[in-house]
């Protein structure tokens, strides 16, 4: 899987490819480590899930590709 993420891929894929995304999605209450929730949808859909939508999704998908881009990406 290719950065930047759009939001359309799923979110196992985006797990798949980058298993740190977890921690990081967590860390913003995207996903539910404590309980072990599976989300079958695309990450976008998850994140409406949580209430996170337009703008804000836009700003933490920009985030979470620069934090999988690494230092400098």
């Known amino acids: 899987m290719e950065l930047p993420l759009t939001g359309a891929e799923s979110v196992e894929a985006?797990?798949?490819a980058f298993p740190q995304a977890a921690s990081w999605l967590g860390d913003r209450h995207?996903?539910?480590r404590q309980c072990g929730e599976v989300y079958w949808g695309s990450l976008?859909?998850?994140a409406q899930y949580r209430h996170v939508e337009g703008a804000a999704f836009e700003t933490l998908l920009a985030k979470l590709n620069a934090f999988l881009?690494?230092?400098g990406g």
């Open 69 to 71: 881009a690494g230092p």
């Open 44 to 46: 976008r859909d998850l």
């Open 30 to 32: 995207v996903i539910c």
């Open 14 to 16: 985006v797990l798949e």
